[in-house]
């Protein structure tokens, strides 16, 4: 597909409904280059990824909905069940995680945006593929023990668990900001 049209067509599908096929490792590394040319002011290189694939996954569902069940009691089953497919939808979930941390000369803010950058590129790497990605956080990415789970340091922050795979339903656009509501021209 032509760069410009494959930008224009990028839109997510919900992560439950993203199956197989997922990337192959060779795929899953070429995503991974991909996402590591990002912006990074300072080359600090202030992010890491972390892959979610694998049988492995129906534990940490059930560690996920324990301390959500603990945490928040008496929820709605459904939501409890959410958190133990919550890694186990698609088949490939890719955490970017920020490193951002205070710097002599690079505002942390920057470190968090290049995080930002290299969650889009994984996106658009996997769209380019022939995939479907969806970039999703939820609570579990600003729970300390969720973090820990998920194989996360106290010091870092989840910048995006992008889950990727093939859509399981037909793609739906949704309606995109009209540029004259977003957009001004400077004016001295
Ligand atoms: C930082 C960030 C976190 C997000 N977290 C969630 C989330 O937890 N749940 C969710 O439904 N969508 C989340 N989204 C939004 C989806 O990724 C997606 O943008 C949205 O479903 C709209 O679809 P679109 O990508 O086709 O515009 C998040 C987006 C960003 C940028």
């Known amino acids: 597909m032509d760069a410009l049209e494959l930008l224009k067509s990028r839109a997510s599908i919900p992560s439950v409904s ?3 096929p997922g990337p192959s490792e060779a795929e899953i590394t070429e995503i991974l280059t991909i996402a590591s040319r990002v912006p990074d002011h300072g080359k600090l290189v202030p992010w ?3 892959l979610y694939r694998g049988d492995g996954r129906t534990l940490l569902g059930e560690r996920l909905a324990e301390i959500h069940r ?9 939501v409890y069940e959410q958190d133990r497919m919550r890694f186990a939808n698609a088949p490939l979930v890719i955490g970017v995680i920020s490193r951002a941390a205070p710097h002599v000369k690079i505002p942390e803010w920057e470190q968090v945006l290049s995080s930002a950058n290299a969650a889009f590129s994984i996106v ?4 380019a593929l ?3 990605a969806q970039w999703l956080t939820s609570w579990a990415a600003y729970d300390e023990e969720a973090k820990a789970a998920l ?3 106290p010091e870092e922050k989840v910048t995006a668990f992008v889950h990727i795979g093939t859509p399981k339903v037909p793609r739906f656009e ?3 900001p009209a540029l004259a509501d977003i957009v001004t021209e400077w004016e001295p």
């Open 130 to 132: 022939g995939f479907t």
């Open 174 to 176: 949704r309606p995109r």
């Open 70 to 78: 603990r945490k928040e009691p008496g929820l709605p089953g459904a």
């Open 151 to 153: 194989g996360v340091k």
């Open 124 to 127: 658009l790497a996997a769209h």
């Open 18 to 20: 993203l199956g197989e």
């Open 48 to 50: 890491r990824f972390i």
